[in-house]
Every structure is written in structure tokens, then in C-alpha cells.
């Protein structure tokens, strides 16, 4: 009866154990820091946690305007994935179809970590868009889709990824404050 005690009391803590980690899993955390002479704001993916979309704001454009790129891993190993550097990737986000760019392809893990840029926009003004965006359709989604040339299952096996945006404006208007303090320091 002791035995079966024990075994019950492991599998529930367990149980807990699993729960507590899920739940944490999908809060929205916000990474805001600075390195150099930029600032940014990480948040990782819901489907794959290490995953990340990233907003950086340079000292070199004033604070003004924001990089916006997204990682995303793959345990598929083609061996020609470093052609992909510098190329438009056919995506859709949240079902509107858009291309990335490909900036690098670096081994990570068992697999690779593949960046992929959406561009540079004027901060403030990309920020309110994108919360509305999001607002819109209660969802900030992210999928690899096969285009012309290009077959998604050959370079990525978990293909579609979403981030959660509830904290997009203070989180950006965080890292914005960072970089106006770094250019300030260095005035």
C-alpha cells in the first residue's frame, strides 16, 4: 500500500510538474534589452519556444526606425539550406502572402537556426500597425510555404509558428527608451 502511495504521489507531482511548465510555456515574455549601440525587444514562438520575432532599434537611425526579423528552427539538414542566405522565402503571416529574406543560416542544436527579415520601418508608426494587425485577428502568425523553386518540406519540418503581441507597444516603447539613453550617453 506504501509502494502504491509513493507511485501515485510521484505521478502527481509529475502531473504538476508538467502543467506548471505549460502554463508558463504560454505566458507572453518579453525580452528588452540593449547590446552595443542598439536596443530590442525578443518574444519567443508558441509552437516552437525558441523561435523567436525580434524588433531592433539602432543608435544609427535615431531611435527612429525599427528591424524586424524572426527566427525559426528546423532539424531538417538539406545540404544546400546555405543557399537560402539572401533569398526571398515565400511566407504567409496570419494568411496574407509576403516574402522574407533569408539574412544567415547558423547550425543550432541538432539542426539549424534560419533569420529571416521583414524589413526596416519607421518605429512608431510600424508598432500601431502591427497592434492593430494583431488585434485583428487575435493572432500573430508566421508560415513557410512552398513558392516557385522553393519546397518548404525540404528545408522545414515545423513550417508555421505564432508569437504572442498583447505586450508589442509597452515592450517596443521599452526598448525605443533604451536606445534613446544608449544615444544619449554616447552624445
Not at 510521484?10 to 504538476?16: D, N, T
Not at 514562438?45 to 527612429?64: K, P, R
Request: glycine residues 4%.
Amino acid at each position: 500500500m506504501k509502494r502504491f502511495l509513493i507511485f501515485i504521489s510521484l505521478h502527481l507531482f509529475l502531473f504538476l510538474l508538467v502543467f506548471v511548465h505549460q502554463a508558463h510555456a504560454s505566458d507572453e515574455e518579453w525580452t528588452i534589452d540593449r547590446f552595443k549601440g542598439l536596443s530590442y525587444a525578443r518574444v519567443s514562438g508558441e509552437v516552437t519556444h525558441g523561435d523567436s520575432l525580434n524588433f531592433f532599434i539602432s543608435t544609427e537611425d535615431d531611435c527612429a526606425k525599427v528591424y524586424n526579423n524572426f527566427t525559426f528552427y528546423t532539424y531538417e539538414k538539406p545540404g544546400d539550406i546555405k543557399q537560402l542566405i539572401d533569398k526571398d522565402i515565400p511566407i504567409k503571416m496570419n494568411g496574407v502572402d509576403l516574402t522574407a529574406n533569408v539574412i544567415s543560416v547558423s547550425p543550432f542544436l541538432m539542426g539549424y537556426r534560419v533569420s529571416f527579415s521583414l524589413g526596416k520601418f519607421p518605429t512608431k508608426e510600424y508598432i500601431y500597425f502591427l497592434k492593430e494587425f494583431y488585434d485583428e485577428f487575435q493572432k500573430y502568425e508566421i508560415e513557410i510555404v512552398d513558392g516557385i523553386d522553393f519546397k518548404v518540406a525540404k528545408y522545414f519540418d515545423v513550417p508555421v509558428n505564432n508569437w504572442k503581441l498583447d505586450k508589442l507597444v509597452p515592450s517596443i516603447l521599452e526598448a525605443n527608451k533604451i536606445c534613446k539613453d544608449i544615444n544619449n550617453l554616447d552624445s
